[in-house]
């Protein structure tokens, strides 16, 4: 069995991971997160991460969508298994691109399609915070606050994007930890 080497094939324009034997490409491509922002009566619900990378700070219910699932059914299984939330979404809120990562943010705008959430096994607490109430120093990931404020700031129907300021997501988020 060959191993690959990184090489740009024959009619391409970047390097790639390439069979030197048989000259098959394994393509990379970006991971698709989808998430939500739920809201409910002027609150998100946030989660407080259980798990790396990040663990102890607060994120919207999102994570790595599945094979074989919709986005829209990948947001409301994340929404479950971080916050055992049951949402109905109510459209597209922000489409991001995280370049440093290779991935491809879908949030949606959602409400509880029935009362009652916990924290799931990869959330250590979740809990509904208002505007003024949010742990902005204590956010996981850039994202995350772009998504709220695009909430707070769009109107509905519209789509958000990377803000301005870093326009492919190649600005980490500090790497203070909780205690």
């Given amino acids: ?20 034997d048989c000259g098959h490409v394994a393509y990379e491509n970006p991971k698709v997160v989808v998430g939500s922002i739920v809201a409910e009566d002027d609150t998100v619900l946030l989660c407080r991460r259980a798990i790396e990378p990040r663990r102890g700070f607060w994120t919207i219910p999102a994570g790595y969508m599945e094979m074989g699932e919709t986005v829209e059914e990948g947001a409301r299984r994340e929404a479950w298994e971080e916050a055992r939330a049951r949402i109905a ?6 489409v991001y691109s995280i370049a440093r990562l290779g991935q491809v943010q879908v949030i949606f705008r959602a409400r509880l399609a029935e009362p009652g959430f916990e924290a799931g096994p990869e959330s250590l607490e979740v809990r509904r915070f ?29 789509v958000a994007l990377n803000p301005p300021e870093d326009p492919r997501g190649m600005h980490p988020q500090p790497a203070e930890v909780v205690p």
Wanted: hydrophobic share 40%; with cysteine.
């Fill in 1 to 20: 069995m060959s191993r690959f080497i990184r090489r740009i094939p024959e009619g391409d324009d970047r390097e790639r991971l390439t069979c030197p």
């Fill in 89 to 94: 979404l109510d459209g597209v809120l922000a």
């Fill in 130 to 158: 208002g505007w003024d109430e949010i742990p902005w120093d204590d956010l996981a990931f850039p994202s995350v606050r772009w998504a709220l404020h695009a909430w707070r700031e769009g109107a509905p129907g519209s």
